[in-house]
């Protein structure tokens, strides 16, 4: 699956940068001028975890990800700091499911667990710009954000013992990514491939010891791909 993402995300890159050489004409040429400015964001993302082990009683334990494609909405707001330099902050939301698969779980009907996980993400990120070119300016992006899971379970009294996978709610995560903005007679479409990196663990661990599900886990944080579509 996430493969073909990925695939499918290069080649609309390709398609965009061809269509955009072609044109000529210079789009809204005054619009890097402004010093604030603001737009929204839609994209597709793809989550994971990476997860880490610690010795335990329960043998070769493993946790398989399975994710499914989520969406990611939000808002945009620009300061121009530099002719190439821009701080941005963009508050959204973003949406996911995984089946997590413990191969070590031997009780039928408990090796596996779905997390839904829809998470307020406030990242604040700067990205740096070439000159322009045309109708096109490529560029490369980093930031960090706090990320607030409002289906992480945190507080439910429910553990893995009575069917519920939790996770923490407040995170910490970083993201790179680089993109291209398309100067078009209307507005600024800047399509991107960003990664996502949790650097919380953000396991919540079973009130019961030992428990198969979580006893395992040293640590446990967010992974993700996005194509993330902005409109300025």
């Given at each position: 699956m996430r493969n073909k993402f990925f695939i499918s995300v290069c080649l609309i890159f390709v398609s965009i940068n061809l269509f955009a050489q072609r044109e000529r004409i210079e789009n809204l040429p005054s619009f890097d001028k402004k010093r604030i400015h603001y737009g929204f964001y839609l994209g597709l993302n793809?989550?994971?975890?990476?997860?880490?082990?610690?010795?335990?009683?329960?043998?070769?334990?493993?946790?398989?990800?399975e994710s499914e494609v989520g969406f990611n909405v939000g808002l945009i707001?620009?300061?121009?700091?530099h002719n190439n330099i821009n701080l941005r902050f963009e508050p959204g939301l973003i949406s996911n499911t995984k089946v997590l698969r413990f191969t070590h779980v031997t009780t039928p009907g408990q090796d596996?667990?779905?997390?839904?996980?829809?998470?307020l993400h406030l990242p604040f990120i700067f990205k740096f710009s070439t000159n322009r070119l045309n109708n096109i300016r490529?560029?490369?992006?980093?930031?960090?954000?706090f990320d607030y899971n409002f289906s992480s379970n945190e507080r439910n009294q429910n553990d893995n013992f009575g069917g519920q996978f939790r996770q923490t709610a407040s995170n910490l995560m970083y993201e790179v990514g680089i993109g291209i903005d398309l100067y078009l007679p209307y507005f600024k479409f800047s399509p991107s491939i960003r990664g996502i990196f949790s650097v919380t663990n953000e396991v919540k661990y079973?009130?019961?010891s030992p428990s198969q599900w979580t006893d395992p886990i040293a640590f446990m944080a967010t992974r993700g791909i996005f194509l993330h579509l902005a409109f300025e």
């Amino acid at each position: 699956m996430r493969n073909k993402f990925f695939i499918s995300v290069c080649l609309i890159f390709v398609s965009i940068n061809l269509f955009a050489q072609r044109e000529r004409i210079e789009n809204l040429p005054s619009f890097d001028k402004k010093r604030i400015h603001y737009g929204f964001y839609l994209g597709l993302n793809t989550n994971g975890f990476k997860i880490e082990y610690k010795p335990s009683i329960f043998n070769n334990p493993q946790v398989l990800v399975e994710s499914e494609v989520g969406f990611n909405v939000g808002l945009i707001a620009d300061l121009k700091l530099h002719n190439n330099i821009n701080l941005r902050f963009e508050p959204g939301l973003i949406s996911n499911t995984k089946v997590l698969r413990f191969t070590h779980v031997t009780t039928p009907g408990q090796d596996t667990r779905e997390v839904g996980n829809t998470y307020l993400h406030l990242p604040f990120i700067f990205k740096f710009s070439t000159n322009r070119l045309n109708n096109i300016r490529p560029y490369v992006l980093g930031g960090a954000s706090f990320d607030y899971n409002f289906s992480s379970n945190e507080r439910n009294q429910n553990d893995n013992f009575g069917g519920q996978f939790r996770q923490t709610a407040s995170n910490l995560m970083y993201e790179v990514g680089i993109g291209i903005d398309l100067y078009l007679p209307y507005f600024k479409f800047s399509p991107s491939i960003r990664g996502i990196f949790s650097v919380t663990n953000e396991v919540k661990y079973d009130e019961r010891s030992p428990s198969q599900w979580t006893d395992p886990i040293a640590f446990m944080a967010t992974r993700g791909i996005f194509l993330h579509l902005a409109f300025e």
